[in-house]
């Protein structure tokens, strides 16, 4: 297993292109399942879960090539396909339950093993799979797998009311419905960047979706759908965790490909801690107003709240403000295991429940330390970055998952780190 060891020291300074967004690919792959002709995704980011995601469909049928080094990914799924998606790949991916509609609209059928837990929280499916039973699908659980059947072969349209806007079952039920019979309309849907960029593909392949990008999303059920090539959108948790190098260590870094849009109450808030950002030709330009950073208060939300997938590097950058911080976790129920990882840095960290507050101290120190999850994980190098001495980060599989050439977008602004093998 490899590990990321960083040398804490001055500001960074350069550019920082920002790749496509991997919970944009995760759901733009399994798509290809819902057409005969082929689907092509550019700027796909490069990481372990879009392989992940793969092998999955090519389990399932799916013939994909890879070219210029994963940039594009070329799906194909003509003819007879395999509905069955093994615990094997699924449970190294939650994100394969998002075979589970497709599956369904395509053949009327699908097997799909439930993912289980993960280390930030339970993570059930009752909201895929509640909103599939309202579209007609008798779905079961058996040995571990969720047995579902279309009632005459082929889903057909309903009014499905969301408890929570869930981004996954969201995108599940927008593309189950693409090729189900009459009008789906979902209330209290996600209005994730990424759902916005999954409509807009399914449209280029013929679908009739409305509303996306607001609570309540209306789609008209065609016979088939057709080919498509379709950009991924830009990754605003990528962004947002590389905006805060600059704020954390000081300097002036500009993120290629950033947009306001994906990130506006993320700016919000480092707006309130004394973080300038402004938009540039190229993207974004971040850098500190004053030598201090503010103390600030966050609850993570759904989209366009403070998003969950920024609240670890969040964390990271109040450690060191001046005065105390309230960190509030809204969406999952396990996502403080960076605390005790940055307290063994020197942070002041309580956590009680779903609630962290974070008592700024002058300088992190350096310390080997290790994360459960990806966001935590980058957490920690950017805690790293502005530390005295070394730290080392360990199992860093987990930032394979989400984070392509880490080592080599922080070198390039000037920070000291290296991958190592242990
Ligand atoms: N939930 C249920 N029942 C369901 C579905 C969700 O109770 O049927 C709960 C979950 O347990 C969780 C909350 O609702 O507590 C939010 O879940 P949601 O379905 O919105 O999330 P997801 O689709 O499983 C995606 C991202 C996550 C991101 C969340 C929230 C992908 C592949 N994953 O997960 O990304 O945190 O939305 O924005 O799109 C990450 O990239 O690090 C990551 C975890």
Do not use: W
């Not at 399932?60 to 509905?83: D, F, K, P, W």
């Not at 849907?189 to 593909?201: F, Q, S």
């Not at 950033?258 to 850098?287: N, P, Q, R, W």
């Not at 969950?308 to 129920?333: P, Y």
């Amino acid at each position: 297993m490899d590990s990321i060891v960083v040398q804490g020291g001055g500001p960074l300074n350069g550019q920082i292109p920002i790749a496509g967004a991997k919970n944009a690919c995760l759901t733009l792959m399994p798509a290809t399942l819902l057409s005969e002709e082929p689907l092509t995704l550019t700027n796909a980011p490069r990481l372990s879960d879009i392989k992940t995601m793969t092998e999955l469909l090519q389990s399932l049928g799916a013939e994909i090539t890879s070219m210029q080094e994963g940039q594009v990914q070329a799906m194909s799924c003509h003819g007879t396909i395999n509905t069955r998606a093994e615990y094997d790949i699924v449970r190294k991916m939650r994100a394969s339950n998002l075979v589970l509609g497709p599956l369904l609209a395509r053949e009327g059928v699908a097997e799909v093993s439930l993912p289980g837990g993960c280390a930030i929280g339970a993570r059930p499916m009752d909201i895929h799979t509640d909103g599939l039973t309202l579209m007609g699908a008798d779905i079961e659980l058996r040995d571990g797998y969720l047995h579902a059947k279309a009632a005459g072969g082929r889903l057909k349209g309903a009014v499905i009311d969301f408890p929570f806007a869930s981004v996954g079952a969201t995108e599940n039920i927008m593309m189950a419905a693409t090729l189900a019979k009459g009008t789906t309309v979902i209330n209290n849907a996600a209005r994730e960047p990424e759902i916005v960029d999954l409509a807009d593909c399914l449209r280029k392949m013929g679908a009739q979706i409305e509303g996306d990008g607001t609570s309540s999303i209306t789609i008209q059920g065609v016979d088939s759908l057709n080919g498509a090539t379709h950009p991924v959108v830009t990754d605003r948790i990528e962004l947002g965790t590389y905006m805060l190098a600059p704020a954390i260590c000081g300097g002036e870094v500009e993120l290629l490909g950033g947009k306001l849009s994906l990130v506006g109450a993320f700016c919000e808030k480092l707006d309130a801690a004394g973080i300038d950002v402004t938009e540039t030709d190229k993207g974004l330009m971040v850098k500190r107003r004053g030598d201090e950073i503010k103390a600030v208060d966050v609850t993570t939300e759904p989209f366009p709240g403070f998003p969950t997938d920024l609240q670890a590097q969040m964390m990271a950058l109040l450690c060191t403000a001046n005065g105390t911080s309230v960190l509030e976790e809204k969406i999952f129920e396990n996502r403080f295991m960076h605390a005790p990882e940055l307290i063994r840095m020197g942070a002041e960290i309580d956590v009680s429940g779903g609630t962290a507050t974070v008592t700024g101290v002058k300088k992190l120190k350096g310390a080997p330390v290790m994360a459960t999850d990806l966001r935590a994980s980058v957490s920690l190098i950017l805690a790293g970055l502005a530390a005295e001495g070394e730290t080392k980060v360990s199992r860093v599989y987990h930032l394979d998952r989400g984070y392509e050439h880490v080592v080599r977008k922080l070198e390039g602004v000037g920070a000291k780190i290296e991958r190592v093998k242990d």
